[in-house]
């Protein structure tokens, strides 16, 4: 196990930029976690409903279904050890607990997982958690699926200015959770949060928040928890 150890540690010192770049972050209810060891790679699987269906006098035929769920693992590992290749270094029994309380919170609400650097930035539900110790080191290795979690659509009632129909807004966010990239204008930054309240609320809010982050010192790289669309706390 310690030469498995001081293998990856001579990998991530040639590859440290690359390692250094991208954070997993898991939040939930006001509070975040930025794993100490990015997982070495990600699995994603999107699933699509479609299904083959027999015909008489035609035989099979393939119908297209609707878009399912996406599902999101990784396994890594949460070190009890003072490793140069660790970022963000924390008791991984601390980290253990908090992602089981994100997995059970009452009432019920769904955690955040952004991967900085990628697309990734969406409500999840945590579907398992397994972890293990295999060592005397006292790390913990872990393996982490996820589900999206999509807010159900609902009428607002506010009535848009150009279709004339009733506005379909998501059920409100207490929280976000995203990262200021480079190139990103803090307005931009506003917009992707406030994206799905309702119409009328949306330009408010966002001038709003806008104001807020360049209050706040928010540059390159931060990463936000908003809450409520207009507070924020950067990690």
């Keep these: 196990m310690a030469s498995l150890l001081n293998f990856i540690s001579s990998a991530l010192s040639l590859f440290g930029d690359m390692a250094e770049s991208c954070d997993f972050v898991i939040s939930c209810a006001g509070s975040s976690i930025t794993l100490p060891v990015a997982p070495a790679s990600y699995d994603v699987t999107a699933q699509y409903h479609n299904e083959t269906v027999a ?16 599902s999101i693992s990784f396994s890594s590992l949460l070190p009890a050890q003072d490793y140069s290749w660790a970022h963000h270094l924390t008791d ?23 991967i900085s650097g990628t697309s990734i930035n969406m409500n999840v539900s945590i579907d398992e958690f397994k972890y293990s110790q295999q060592d005397c080191s006292g790390d913990i290795y872990y393996t982490l699926t996820f589900s999206e979690y999509p807010y159900i659509l609902t009428k607002s009632g506010i009535q848009n200015e ?17 990262q200021v990239h480079a ?11 406030t994206r799905g309240l309702k119409i009328a609320e949306q330009g408010v809010k ?10 706040g010192g ?5 990463i936000l928890v908003i809450k409520d669309a207009e507070k924020w706390v950067k990690q």
């Design 183 to 193: 190139g990103d204008h803090l307005l931009d930054v506003s917009a992707r949060v």
């Design 92 to 114: 991984p029994w601390s980290i253990v607990k908090q992602i089981e309380e994100y997995a059970s919170i009452v009432p019920r609400q769904p955690a955040r997982l952004s």
């Design 162 to 178: 150009v279709t004339g129909l009733n506005s379909r807004v998501a059920e409100i966010k207490k929280e976000t959770t995203t």
């Design 206 to 215: 966002r001038l709003k928040l806008y104001k807020t982050l360049i209050k």
């Design 55 to 70: 015909v008489n006098n035609y035989g099979d035929i393939r119908m297209l279904g609707m878009k399912g769920l996406k």
């Design 218 to 222: 928010a540059t390159t790289g931060s």
